[in-house]
């Protein structure tokens, strides 16, 4: 990540207190792969490219340790956590329940206002993945989006509320996945089966797909972890 990308990164959160500031664009950086798993966060240089005293960095860094994105080790000081396997099971283990609920309450409930926003949404992820943009941070949101319509259809905001206090830990792992091009049109497949199976309100489909698109994902960031 450049200086500049530091400082647009930093102008989106602005009139927050400065120690959030720091900590929302560096865990925006990390999520979004821009500073990477081991790389060290050294106070000084990093206080040096955002403009700040090292007391909002130190104190952004302590906040990062407790969402599990930074470590400190001996003699390396503060880096950024690598994806480990054991974090990608337990992270998409528990993924994995929520979602095949989601599916299944999303398949009764869904309205055709839904199932029309979701169709547009699988569009224009696909629209992405033809106009070759490289940027993944696009390509994430717009899966994410998809998702999220999903989610909201199921009318259970305690359920979505679950589901997006992952949010963020998924995220890492969705840019992960779609570092891989191939991945990327195995997702247009796999989201134009999901639309179906809801658009025919098929429960036992919708969330058969969805268990296999998380089991997929678990071996192609396992192997790219390994």
Not at 88 to 107: I, N, P, T, W
Request: no cysteine; net charge negative.
């Amino acid at each position: 990540m450049t200086e500049d990308e530091l400082s647009r990164e930093m102008t989106e959160f602005q009139g927050m207190p400065l120690r959030d500031v720091v900590f929302h664009t560096l865990r925006k950086g990390i999520l979004r792969g821009d500073l990477k798993p081991g790389e060290r966060l050294m106070e000084i240089k990093l206080a040096n490219r955002l403009g700040v005293s090292r007391t909002p960095i130190r104190e952004a860094i302590r906040m990062l340790e407790l969402e599990g994105l930074v470590v400190n080790t001996p003699r390396r000081g503060a880096q950024v956590a690598k994806i480990t396997e054991k974090d990608l099971r337990d992270v998409l283990e528990v993924r994995e329940g929520l979602e095949e609920m989601a599916m299944k309450l999303a398949s009764e409930r869904i309205t055709q206002e839904e199932l029309d926003r979701l169709n547009a949404a699988s569009r224009e992820f696909a629209r992405l993945i033809d106009s070759r943009d490289d940027d993944l941070s696009d390509l994430a949101e717009a899966d994410e989006t998809f998702h999220d319509i999903i989610y909201q259809s199921t009318g259970n905001p305690r359920l979505v509320q679950l589901i997006n206090n992952m949010r963020e830990q998924m995220y890492r792992y969705r840019v992960e996945y779609l570092k891989d091009t191939d991945n990327r049109d195995t997702l247009i497949e796999e989201h134009d089966r999901l639309v179906e199976s809801l658009r025919a309100h098929d429960a036992e489909a919708a969330t058969a797909y969805i268990k296999r698109h998380i089991e997929r994902q678990m071996v192609n960031i396992r192997e790219m972890i390994r």
